[in-house]
């Protein structure tokens, strides 16, 4: 008697799978080129179909673009660099000198820190007595030159820290009103301002805030069109 072939296994049907969906990074493309072509002035390129939806379209896109020339550094007489002044400020101080209202010592003690502040710091670690020195380097080359002295220089800086040009740092560090004068750019100018404020409290009132001398004493406002009509007039 034959024997009975064993059973094969009962197939199930397999799951037929979907087709992937097409990709729709397509639409996202064309917003893409749509957008590129409204900042360069053109229409959008039409992009023939892709052949299949397996993949994302390649586009080659081709912008140009005239910028400005790069920046470079000014031409400044000496090798100490260069710091940014106020026009204000610059004018300001040349109104004070014409009225007498601050002295020639004054203005050349505020000059040399202004020259002498370290890089992004504002500070300047002058004593008095380099101070005095710096100032008569000139003087000293002639007989009969006039020269400075320490405890002129001592006035100055204290009238110029009353006005709010300078004030002290510690450890006779000397430290600019930066608001009037900085040898650095602005990301470091703005660090020292955040500095000084957290040392005054965040006063608005306080350093480097308050500038002085405010007052002009002797100096007249003109009207110009009155004093023509008084000439002619006259």
């Not at 009037?180 to 660090?191: D, R």
Request: proline residues 7%; charged residues 25%; contains cysteine.
């Amino acid at each position: 008697m034959t024997p009975k072939p064993p059973m094969r296994p009962q197939r199930r049907p397999s799951e037929i799978s979907q087709p992937a969906a097409a990709p729709a990074g397509d639409d996202v493309l064309d917003d893409i080129l749509s957008l590129l072509a409204d900042h360069v002035g053109q229409e959008t390129p039409e992009v023939a179909p892709s052949a299949t939806k397996r993949g994302p379209r390649k586009v080659n896109i081709s912008i140009e673009y005239d910028g400005d020339k790069p920046t470079t550094t000014h031409t400044m007489a000496g090798n100490t660099g260069y710091s940014l002044t106020s026009n204000w400020f610059a004018q300001r101080m040349a109104q004070l000198i014409i009225a007498r209202r601050i002295s020639g010592s004054q203005a050349a003690v505020f000059l040399y820190v202004a020259g002498g502040q370290k890089k992004g710091t504002g500070i300047t670690s002058y004593t008095q007595q380099q101070i005095t020195d710096g100032l008569n380097e000139e003087a000293v080359k002639s007989p009969d030159g006039k020269k400075i002295t320490r405890p002129t220089v001592n006035k100055a800086v204290k009238a110029l820290c009353d006005w709010g040009w300078l004030e002290g740092a510690g450890y006779g560090r000397i430290r600019l009103n930066v608001t009037l004068w900085f040898n650095g750019n602005s990301g470091e100018q703005k660090e020292v301002l955040q500095e000084i404020a957290s040392d005054h409290g965040n006063d608005p009132e306080a350093f480097p805030h308050k500038i002085g001398p405010r007052t002009i004493p002797g100096q007249q406002v003109l009207d110009f069109e009155d004093l023509a009509q008084a000439r002619e007039a006259g």
